[in-house]
């Protein structure tokens, strides 16, 4: 096979392959998005095994409670269950301004997370927080292997703002 004839493959090849990774991409993207919405709906169940189901059993997290950093899934499960003990009744959470990106086994994306409920004495609890996860597929399945959690702080005050408006 002479050069001429190798380039020509190599162009074709490439052709074909480019929407094929761009499919990849997008149902990768598509699956990173579920597991979002699954790990919402189990926050609005209150179930910790479906929580801890999207953490990676390595996950680092930064979250916006002491202690600075969670490593591990154990670690970051205790977080997970006094988070649901701190509220009595029903939890609302959603997730909105999710924006995802993948490319071969990793992947990131970032979201405002928003969370309602009462505590244990009745009093009302709202907060908003950004988010901001890496995803790697593992095995074939996406998992968060790290998340950083943050709030806005007035510098002035030193306040948080748990409400975190555009």
């Not at 020509?8 to 761009?22: D, E, H, I, R």
Request: include cysteine; glycine fraction near 8%.
């Amino acid at each position: 096979m002479n050069k001429s004839n190798i380039a020509l493959l190599a162009a074709a090849a490439s052709a074909l392959l480019v929407p094929l990774c761009a499919n990849a991409g997008a149902a990768d993207d598509a699956r990173i998005r579920a597991l979002e919405m699954r790990f919402a709906a189990a926050v609005n169940a209150r179930n910790l095994g479906a929580i801890m189901s999207v953490y990676s059993p390595d996950v680092f997290v930064f979250d916006v409670i002491p202690p600075r950093q969670y490593v591990g899934a154990t670690a970051y499960r205790d977080n997970w269950k006094n988070f649901l003990a701190g509220y009595s009744g029903p939890v609302r959470f959603e997730i909105t301004d999710l924006a995802v990106s993948s490319q071969g086994p990793l992947g990131y994306g970032h979201s405002i997370q928003h969370v309602s409920g009462k505590d244990p004495q009745g009093k009302p609890l709202d907060v908003t927080v950004r988010v901001t996860d890496v995803y790697r597929k593992q095995g074939g399945v996406w998992k968060i292997v790290l998340e950083h959690v943050s709030v806005p702080v007035d510098l002035t005050t030193g306040k948080a703002d748990l409400m975190s408006k555009p």
